[in-house]
């Protein structure tokens, strides 16, 4: 296939929301989910899709050395891949700029370094290519965020509404992108352009899906779009609205075509010739799939039991995590024990000391006796003393947890120490952090250069 | 008299129904429906005016005859009818067309229900409503409706769902049908609609009727979504206007007794009220017709299905049989009844009717029309998709094309009615007299005096017009002059351009440019393309929308507008109510009610109040003063004088106060000029009558200080005043030292 493939991979400091997990020495794009960089997962299943000519845009020289490192050491010989660097906080839209004299395909496949999912990106450019569109953009069911139990994923507390992401607007086929809303707009009434529906005749709205940040584009457009709006900066806030926007101006050339056949044929029968009576004619297909000059937006929509979610936030990374290794475990290319859960066998549990399901213990680690974990991840030559809880969380590489801790939701980052007893809730601790022994912290974010001072 | 004959009906109906319950409590309410024989529109006007719509012929048969065999095919057990304009005609025809007398099984019971009061639906429904007539559900419907489709589905859908859900009180029929892109407008001439629809329960969200051009967005409520994640918005479909209710609809109505249309008020009604949670379904018609004569382009599509077959068995030759001519079906659709008087040279093209003891003379031409009965038409006549009723008279070398012509027209020779002309029972045209496009002729007058507002332009017109002598007074139609001419003098007027027996009718309700719209006649080459171009500078106007993207900076800038439009809005409204008060029509708290209830009308601050009352004061002195400073001077002075409880009633604090001089500023900046001169002396004046205090006047004079020179102008003029104003305070605050 004649695609280019982009990955939009972040840097350190882009996400606020992320803080502290990011920092100097683990960019966005090495967070490790179920103990692999989040890159990797969009990476294998570029390698899947067979699309192995990549580049990857890094924000950061330092942070883009980092990924460079791990990415030709770990795909040496899988994929061709190259390490682009831009300066950082031109958005996404701003990186494609930054890079566009690269891009050479006829077809651009730009995907987020931070997209888990097991939707194909191949079977979203098959549809571009169908389709013959000028973007394609990755649709798919707005994920229930928030810490549920398991029990809670399969009976889905009804009252909770899901978060409202963007609202689109699909044609009769749901393969045409009419309309998108997306940012803050769409808390706000939806306000649909009559013409358009006058032109499609019937478009669905839907609140229930989310833009998940995997677009094929035609290049020439993309390079057109880029050129000419040069204060765009988000790919899915600008570029694409303004795409599916724009998809009606160029009906007008092509349309008024279909349009004259149309209302040409009507007028005859109004005229009086009863042969041709349009009780049930066949309407004339809209104007947006007829014509020749202007471009298309076209959808892509997983189906729900695909999973597709961003890890733009704490809350996210808590979330796919915990879908990584639980419902949604065929992501993270690790084979599951009878007990659901991976202990990898350099690994030393201490008498008394129980994982349980939908748990990961990477090499290295050793825990005390009577310690519990459930639902969580251990990372690699972790040291853990005994009776220690671990309930729902993630704990990264070289952490020192003492004697008596208690870990319930929470993201502790590489070599974090924390000392006897201490209890920690909801709470996110930067790397190199030390929580002094016998502390209690609930929902705290807790980094390093605050207690320097 | 006769509304009480209907009344001891409708009462006998419902003392029957009530029977059967108590016999067989399982047996399901028999299905009523109500049946709206008036459309309280105007749209086939002057025709109206005569006859009422139901009765009007649609390829033979009165429209009503359509509505009720469908509603008796359909399992409807008891029907009421209800009408209002002309209602002795209505009720003549059931019982002449046998629909009144009838009873027993396997037929429907069909009872009159007259009001003469009623200007909508709305209250034709509240007339329903207080008779206590209707039990169960019912079917709802105008008498303009034709329709072959089985209800059995929608009524099953309809009971299924109020059982899991009573709130759901209607089902709506709607169908497929895409409106042309150029013209707005379906097929039937009906304006387009936006509908947004749950595409799994099938939900009613959302319903725009008449296409507003100046709304480009069409805009659904965040809450609609929070509930709805996914939902259709349709404009390809149609209402058909055939409804299923729940008994509630006629409290409904009887509740909310403002609604008057069906689906303006009603259905919206409905759906933008969220504490009820009435809830209102579609049911789409995938098979079957139906569709409703609501104009005169549905009028023609209508019949054209009606010759077409598509409303099998609703067609000629079939719901003909019953009356005493029969009329048969000949290949290529031409359907003629078997008295039929064809000279062999006459030309009767596809899907046209001809009618029984009709005449056709020698080299007609007939195409795609429909003619009456008892026609006589002369030679050499061209007759092109138009409907000529009964008992019409065409001389020879006539030509109508794309008209209407209803009983007892008399063409004569030579006359040509061009496209989309609606020639009135009676109406004669003289020779070689041309009738323009469009034309509405007929021999009552237009009423003059017509409300704009088409829903309530409804008039019972039964009394007394067929009085009024034709021929004397006609009226003209501007540069299309129609001189009233005598049978003789017809004769002569070999090259009149119009010589016509009636009066013409202006169009009032959709003014000229909009007739094509719902005419009979196709809609004009020149139109499409001009419409055409129209659709292209809008997809240009479009791109500027684009570029400025976002819509609701569009709202942000239009609200402003609207903020100072409401305002003004609301002066003038406080202005009218003072002047009612001066002419002592209205006491002071009555006055300081009104202008409390305006404010929360529009509401506004005490302050906006404040200012728009004080203007209000001054301009009446201004009007009781004449053109010299001195009488203004004295008139401005009676008048605070006399309204100063008035003014101190909305002066409560500085901020009241500090409006009142603004707005003095205002006025003698801009609207009332005369002012300007006495600014200094009227401000002491102000003080004085303790319409404002001296905290405001300072206040205004400090921050005016860093205004621009413009605006210091009366800050300087009444320098001197606020000097002593600001030493008084001082002395003041000196001796309480």
Same mark, same amino acid.
């Given at each position: ?7 939009l991979a972040g840097?350190t ?6 803080c502290p ?10 967070l ?18 067979d ?7 890094v ?12 990415v030709?050491?770990a ?19 701003g ?25 194909l ?12 569109a ?9 994920p229930?965020?928030?810490?549920s ?9 009804k ?15 749901k393969?045409?992108l ?26 669905e709205?839907?609140s229930?899906?989310?833009?998940a ?5 035609k290049?020439?457009?993309l390079?057109?779009?880029?050129e ?18 724009s ?10 075509g ?6 040409g ?11 041709c009576?349009?009780?049930h ?8 799939k007829?014509?020749g ?6 959808a $892509?929509i ?7 979610h ?6 996210? $990374?808590?979330?796919?995590n ?16 009878a007990?659901?859960n991976?202990?990898?066998p350099?690994s ?9 399901p939908h ?9 005390g006796?009577k ?5 969580s ?31 319930q939701?929470?993201?502790v980052?590489n070599?974090?120490?924390l ?30 250069k605050?207690?320097?001072? | 008299?006769?509304?009480k ?18 016999e ?6 028999p ?7 008036d459309s309280?529109?105007?749209?086939f ?5 005569e ?7 649609l390829?033979?048969m009165?429209?009503?005859e ?7 095919s ?8 209800f009408?209002?304009?002309h ?10 067309a ?12 069909v ?14 429904l509240?007339?329903?409503?207080d ?5 169960g ?5 105008s ?15 309809h009971?299924?769902?109020k ?10 029929v ?8 150029l ?5 039937l ?18 319903y725009?009727?008449?296409a ?17 994640p996914?939902l259709?918005?349709?404009?390809d479909?149609?209402?058909?206007y055939?409804?299923?209710c ?8 009887t509740?909310?007794f ?22 209102? $379904? ?6 079957g ?27 000629p ?6 009356d ?5 079906l ?23 009717v ?6 056709i ?13 008892g026609?006589k038409?002369?030679k050499n006549?061209?007759?092109?998709g ?9 001389e ?7 008209s ?34 469009h ?5 009552l ?18 009394s ?9 007074s ?14 003789d ?13 009636? $009066? ?7 003014g000229?440019?909009?007739e ?19 659709a ?6 479009e791109?500027e929308?684009?570029?400025r993207?976002?819509?609701d ?12 439009d409401?305002?003004s ?6 202005e ?20 409390n209830?305006l ?10 109040c ?22 203004l ?20 604090t500085v ?7 603004l ?17 200094p ?15 405001a ?8 200080e ?32």
């Amino acid at each position: 296939m004649d695609f280019q493939v982009v990955v939009l991979a972040g840097g350190t400091s882009d996400s606020e929301k992320l803080c502290p997990l990011v920092s100097k020495d683990v960019p966005k794009a090495l967070l490790p989910v179920a103990n692999r960089p989040v890159l990797s997962y969009a990476l294998d299943l570029l390698e899947a899709s067979d699309l192995k000519d990549l580049i990857v845009v890094v924000e950061g020289q330092e942070a883009a050395q980092l990924v460079d490192a791990w990415v030709s050491s770990a795909y040496l010989d899988r994929l061709r891949v190259e390490v682009v660097v831009v300066s950082e906080d031109l958005g996404s839209a701003g990186a494609l700029r930054a890079i566009s004299k690269r891009l050479t395909a006829n077809d651009i496949l730009v995907v987020s370094g931070d997209l888990v999912t097991d939707v194909l990106p191949g079977a979203v450019a098959a549809t571009h290519r169908r389709n013959g569109a000028a973007v394609t953009a990755l649709l798919c069911s707005v994920p229930v965020s928030g810490p549920s139990d398991t029990a809670s994923s399969s009976g889905k507390d009804k009252a909770k509404k899901p978060t409202r992401l963007n609202i689109v607007g699909l044609d009769k086929s749901k393969q045409f992108l009419l309309h998108i809303v997306s940012g803050t707009d769409v808390e706000k009434d939806v306000q649909v352009h009559k013409r358009k529906i006058q032109a499609v005749g019937q478009m669905e709205i839907r609140s229930d899906l989310m833009d998940a940040h995997l677009y094929a584009f035609k290049r020439t457009i993309l390079q057109d779009v880029l050129e000419q709006k040069e204060a765009y900066r988000s790919i899915r806030l600008e570029v694409l609205p303004y795409l599916v926007r724009s998809q009606l101006r160029s009906a007008p050339s092509g349309g008024s075509g279909t349009a004259v056949d149309e209302t040409g044929s009507s007028a005859v029968q109004s005229s009086g010739n009863l042969q041709c009576l349009s009780q049930h004619r066949v309407i004339a297909p809209s104007a947006f799939k007829q014509d020749g000059g202007g471009h298309r937006c076209c959808a $892509y929509i997983a189906t729900k039991s695909k999973y597709c979610h961003r890890l733009n936030s704490i809350q996210s $990374y808590c979330d796919i995590n915990r879908d990584v290794i639980g419902e949604a475990s065929h992501l993270s290319g690790y084979s599951f024990s009878a007990q659901n859960n991976i202990i990898h066998p350099s690994s030393v549990l201490g008498s008394k000391t129980t994982i349980g399901p939908h748990c990961i213990l990477a090499e290295g680690s050793q825990l005390g006796d009577k310690c519990s974990v459930k639902r969580s991840v251990i990372g690699r030559h972790c040291r853990i003393g005994s009776n220690v809880k671990i309930v729902n969380s993630v704990v990264m590489n070289h952490v020192v947890i003492e004697d008596g801790c208690h870990i319930q939701g929470s993201v502790v980052c590489n070599n974090v120490q924390l000392q006897e007893r201490a209890v920690l809730k909801d709470c996110q601790v930067g790397a190199g952090y030390i929580v002094t022994g016998g502390s209690e912290h609930k929902a705290e974010s807790l980094a390093r250069k605050y207690s320097e001072l | 008299m006769s509304n009480k004959k209907s009344r001891g009906r409708g009462g006998g109906g419902g003392a029957a129904a009530s029977g059967d319950g108590h016999e067989d409590l399982a047996r399901p309410p028999p299905l009523q429906a109500v049946l709206l024989a008036d459309s309280f529109t105007l749209k086939f006007r002057p025709i109206t005016l005569e006859r009422p719509k139901v009765l009007l012929p649609l390829v033979h048969m009165p429209m009503i005859e359509y509505t009720l065999t469908w509603l008796e095919s359909a399992g409807v057990e008891e029907a009421f009818v209800f009408c209002c304009a002309h209602s002795h005609q209505v009720k003549e025809y059931l019982e002449k067309a046998g629909w009144a007398g009838k009873s027993g099984p396997g037929s429907m019971a069909v009872t009159a229900v007259e009001s003469h009061d009623a200007i909508s639906a709305g209250d034709a429904l509240r007339v329903i409503y207080d008779r206590g007539v209707i039990h169960g559900d019912f079917v709802l419907i105008s008498g303009d409706t034709v329709s072959n489709m089985s209800l059995k589905d929608a009524l099953q859908e309809h009971m299924d769902r109020k059982k899991k859900d009573p709130l759901a009180v209607m089902t709506m029929v709607i169908k497929h049908s895409k409106p042309s892109i150029l013209t707005h407008q379906t097929r039937l001439g009906n304006d387009e609609i936006v509908m947004a629809i749950d595409p799994e329960t099938k939900e009613l969200l959302y319903y725009e009727d008449r296409a507003d051009s100046s709304h480009l967005y069409v805009t659904i409520d965040k809450d609609i979504l929070t509930n709805n994640p996914t939902l259709q918005l349709h404009n390809d479909m149609e209402d058909c206007y055939i409804d299923i209710c729940s008994p509630e609809v006629l409290s409904l109505f009887t509740d909310n007794f403002d609604y008057q249309h069906l689906r303006r008020h009603f259905v919206k009604g409905l759906l933008v009220d969220d504490i009820m949670g009435y809830k209102i $379904y579609t049911h789409e018609l995938r098979s079957g017709y139906a569709a409703r004569i609501d104009n005169f382009r549905s009028y023609d599509t209508v019949s054209k299905d009606v010759i077409q077959r598509w409303t099998y068995p609703m067609v000629p030759d079939v719901i003909s049989s019953r009356d005493c001519s029969e009329s048969r079906l000949h290949r290529q659709g031409i359907y003629k009844a078997s008295d039929v008087t064809l000279s062999p040279s006459a030309q009767i093209g596809a899907n046209s009717v001809v009618g029984s003891a009709t005449s056709i003379g020698d080299h007609c031409k007939v195409l795609n029309s429909v003619i009456g009965e008892g026609c006589k038409i002369g030679k050499n006549v061209l007759i092109n998709g138009s409907f000529i009723w009964d008992n019409v008279i065409i001389e020879d070398g006539c030509k109508v094309s794309n008209s209407l012509v209803c009983d007892g027209v008399h063409l004569r020779a030579g006359a040509i009615v061009e496209p989309g002309c609606v020639l009135s029972f009676k109406v004669e045209v003289g020779k070689n007299v041309v009738v323009p496009a469009h034309s509405k002729v007929s021999l009552l007058p237009q009423p003059s005096n017509e409300d704009s507002d088409e829903e309530l332009e409804y008039a019972d017109t039964n009394s007394g017009i067929t009085d009024s002598p034709p021929f004397s007074s006609m009226r003209s139609n501007g540069d299309q002059a129609t001189v009233p001419l005598e049978e003789d003098e017809l004769g002569t007027s070999e090259a009149g351009t119009c010589g016509v027996v009636g $009066y013409v009718w202006t169009s009032v309700d959709t003014g000229i440019v909009e007739e094509w719209r719902q005419s009979i006649a196709p809609i004009p080459k020149e139109k499409l393309e001009e419409l055409r171009h129209a659709a292209s500078d809008d997809d240009g106007s479009e791109d500027e929308s684009n570029n400025r993207t976002l819509p609701d900076k569009d709202d942000s800038s239009d609200s402003v507008v609207d903020d100072d439009d409401h305002i003004s809005k609301f002066e003038k409204e406080v202005e009218e109510t003072f002047q009612r008060a001066l002419g002592g029509g209205v006491n002071r708290d009555n006055l300081i009610l009104e202008i409390n209830g305006l404010r929360l009308a529009y509401s506004l601050q005490h302050a906006d109040c404040a200012g728009a009352v004080f203007y209000s004061v001054m301009k009446s002195a201004l009007v009781a003063a004449q053109s010299t400073n001195d009488t203004l001077l004295k008139t401005t002075a009676d008048a605070l004088g006399k309204w100063k409880d008035l003014l101190r009633n909305y002066t409560k604090t500085v901020d009241e106060e500090m409006e009142i001089l603004l707005k003095f500023e205002e006025m003698c900046q801009e609207t009332t000029k005369e002012f300007s001169p006495l600014f200094p002396t009227i401000l002491p004046y102000l003080y004085d009558r303790e319409v404002v205090s001296e905290d405001a006047i300072l206040r205004w004079a400090e921050e005016k200080e860093h205004a621009d020179e413009s605006d210091k102008v009366f800050v300087k003029q009444s320098e001197a005043f606020i000097k002593w104003l600001k030493e008084a305070e001082e002395e003041d605050d000196e001796e309480e030292e």
